[in-house]
């Protein structure tokens, strides 16, 4: 009870203590103590969670069961590690000029805003609420896009919340459309948005309205996950953002966004007693990670490269949702937390490295290695983790998602591998050069952070060779309830 | 709910799909904006009857929310806004006004097949009505695609969301409080985010125009 309290007032009150901060010194680090006392928070619920089991507080308005638990710890923790890599990052963007006073203190409260609206919309039982915080999240992070204020930026920006803005709008439908189904069973109360009430009674819901309104969810979180065709804002905003906003948008925000969307499909699943919601996901998760694959390979950003890769693997998570049983959604939460920390892992390398290079243009960066090892190797080994390698857990998830494709749907199993393959050759061939190769990058005025980096790879590193008992316990309790 | 008020009921529905068209048609943005406001007075207009023919008490209130929201401080913003970027007497010469009325009727047609499964389940109220509101809000998607100034874009922007909320008054008697609020302060938000944004835009590129917004694509 007391956890959630602690863990929503931190972000919530940060936000604004960070703006009558201002512009000071201390900013980043008061930003990043706060970070952690979230993180904190969160790991006192996730004790709370391990030996009491799954929890609501203040009239069932929030609640943490098996599915959630892990991701708001691993919410917390990437939060807390951007906003470590932001530190070093943000102050070098000062000197270069990039950044300003007015521009940090607007960056510093946003964050700590944009991480309340990514707690609350995974701890919110409420799935009303958990559409005003995925809106809210939008919110939070437009301005952060356009920060820069250049052409691109703003271009970037109005894109976003433009195209965010009308998809989410659809997934209000949507949910306008469940509590129309749910308002039948559970009568006009303030209950009848409660996830663990519509779990009770999900087989009762009329199935022609929930069939509409699980489109009209996916078509509207979708846009915010990136699935193909909704994806247009994804590679802009993640490109010409500052790189700890692209870390936590890759690494936060579409995890969360695809949370929304397992939530409703488990509601849809009991309603309908038929396969067509998991299709849905199914085929739009195949789109995009064949779509994103050949994308990939025409790709001269290295960020923008990189936010093809997070759309191919959220395609291939909600390929693995879609699917179903409980290996396919053990591997699919397994990857979306893999993911989550290579990826934010990767961005931070790729930031230091150009700031480096002065240049986000692939063909300018070179020789990293010579000039800082460690920047060099924490590209090269998050991109060998991404793109699949063998130790690590994104392999392990691959080959899991892989596997089942063959066993059950095995039409779909050559266009994935055709994906991966590709998507690998484009990867790898872009990435071998930055790494390697002749240089004339220039160090940094101040030591990059590179702590984040190799502590995200090293945990994608364990989750390839071991997970730990209680994180595969959650897992497969997740995977049950998901069905 | 008595015949008398399901016909009031569908009356105001009809006025918010007649300004649905008449916004797509549209070119001057002062009037949009006046448009804008006479949708959200018909909103408030069938909030209430809904609310006083279902006797549901928090329907009072949102109807109330939507007047403040929606009919005084969203115009009063947008009317300030386009005064201090000079933009009010623009006029959108790109729009092709008999080509987007036939689109809008098709969109009309579509909304109420799409609807006609799901309305028969409606209970109480006029069965027209969440395919009228679907219908707004695809029609306001429609001009959000074919406008290319960031004002009358914000504008479908917000025509959308009443839609949105007309469907949740008309099809469940109104969102439970804790979300209509949650929902509110998002629209208001955005609108302030949208309103210092449309500066910054201003500021870099000397016009509103979005299509100085194109350069970022795909080689």
């Known amino acids: 009870m007391e956890a959630f309290f602690v863990l929503l007032a931190i972000p919530l009150l940060g936000g604004p203590f960070l703006w009558l901060l201002g512009d000071r010194r201390s900013a980043p680090e008061v930003n990043a103590a706060l970070s952690l006392a979230t993180f904190a928070a969160s790991a006192w619920l996730t004790a709370v969670v391990i030996s009491g089991g799954p929890i609501t507080a203040w009239n069932e308005q929030f609640f943490v069961d098996a599915l959630n638990v892990f991701l708001v710890a691993l919410t917390a923790f990437v939060g807390f590690t951007t906003s470590l890599f932001s530190r070093p990052y943000m102050r070098i963007e000062r000197e270069k000029g990039k950044m300003t006073g007015p521009r940090l203190r607007l960056y510093h409260s946003m964050y700590q805003a944009f991480m309340f609206t990514m707690l609350l919309a995974l701890t919110t039982n409420n799935m009303g609420i958990l559409w005003v915080a995925m809106e809210a999240a939008t919110l939070a992070t437009v301005l952060l896009v356009s920060v820069y204020r250049t052409a691109a930026s703003l271009e970037a920006a109005w894109k976003y919340f433009i195209l965010c803005g009308v998809g989410i709008a659809q997934a209000l439908f949507g949910t306008i459309l469940l509590y129309f189904a749910a308002e039948r069973v559970l009568g006009a109360e303030g209950n009848a948005l409660l996830w663990t009430h519509l779990n009770l009674v999900k087989a009762d819901l009329e199935p022609a309205i929930m069939s509409l309104a699980f489109v009209f969810l996916l078509v509207g979180y979708g846009t915010k996950i990136g699935l193909v065709p909704l994806h247009n804002w994804l590679p802009d905003a993640h490109a010409e953002g500052p790189t700890p906003i692209s870390a936590v948008l890759s690494g936060l925000l579409l995890n969360v966004a695809l949370y929304s969307v397992i939530r409703c499909k488990v509601l849809a699943d009991g309603a309908l007693e038929s396969r067509f919601a998991g299709n849905m996901m199914m085929g739009f998760g195949l789109l995009s990670v064949v779509v994103a694959a050949f994308f990939l390979s025409r790709q001269r950003d290295v960020k923008r490269m990189f936010a093809y890769s997070s759309i191919e693997h959220m395609g291939l998570v909600t390929f693995a949702f879609g699917m179903g049983g409980p290996i396919a959604n053990f591997a699919g939460l397994l990857h979306m937390t893999v993911h989550s920390l290579v990826k934010s892992a990767i961005f931070f390398a790729v930031g230091h490295a150009a700031q480096k290079a002065g240049t986000q243009l692939m063909e300018d960066i070179r020789g990293l290695i010579k000039v800082s090892p460690t920047v060099g190797w924490g590209l090269m080994i998050g991109t060998l983790a991404i793109l699949g390698m063998p130790p690590f857990g994104v392999f392990a998830s691959e080959f899991l998602i892989l596997t089942t494709a063959m066993r059950e749907h095995p039409w779909a199993t050559p266009f994935l591998l055709l994906a991966l393959g590709v998507a690998f050759a484009a990867v790898f061939s872009r990435v071998q050069p930055m790494v390697f190769g002749d240089t004339h990058i220039k160090p940094l005025p101040h030591q990059p952070a590179l702590v984040p980096v190799f502590v995200h790879l090293g945990l994608g590193l364990l989750l390839g060779l071991y997970i730990p008992p209680y994180l595969a316990a959650w897992y497969a309790e997740a995977a049950k309830l998901l069905g | ?219």
């Not at chain 2, 006083?52 to 115009?75: D, E, F, M, N």
């Not at chain 2, 006029?126 to 695809?138: D, E, F, K, M």
Request: aromatic share 8%.
């Open chain 2, 1 to 219: 709910m008595s015949p008398l008020t399901g016909q009031i009921l569908n009356l105001f529905a009809s006025v918010l799909l007649l300004i649905a068209f008449a916004m797509l048609a549209q070119r001057r943005i002062v009037t949009l904006i006046n448009l804008f406001a006479i949708q959200g007075l018909a909103l408030v207009g069938s909030t209430v009857t809904v609310a006083w023919a279902t006797g549901q008490r928090h329907l009072y209130y949102s109807a109330g929310i939507t007047l403040v929201l929606k009919v005084v401080i969203l115009p009063f913003i947008l009317h300030r806004l386009i005064r201090r970027l000079n933009v009010k007497w623009d006029i959108e010469t790109l729009i092709n006004i008999p080509t987007m009325m036939l689109v809008g009727i098709v969109l009309v047609v579509f909304a109420f097949n799409l609807a006609l499964p799901i309305s028969q389940f409606s209970q109480s109220i006029a069965r027209g009505t969440l395919g009228i509101a679907l219908a707004c809000v695809l029609m306001s998607f429609l001009m959000m695609i074919t406008r290319s100034k960031a004002v009358p874009q914000v504008i479908g922007f917000l025509a959308m969301e009443n839609g949105l909320f007309f469907a949740a008054t008309s099809a469940t008697y109104g969102m439970p409080m804790v979300v209509e609020l949650g929902i509110a302060l998002d629209v208001l938000v955005g609108m302030i985010i949208l309103g210092v944004f449309m500066f910054q835009i201003r500021e870099q590129f000397d016009s509103l125009d979005i299509h100085h917004l194109e350069k970022l694509k795909e080689d």
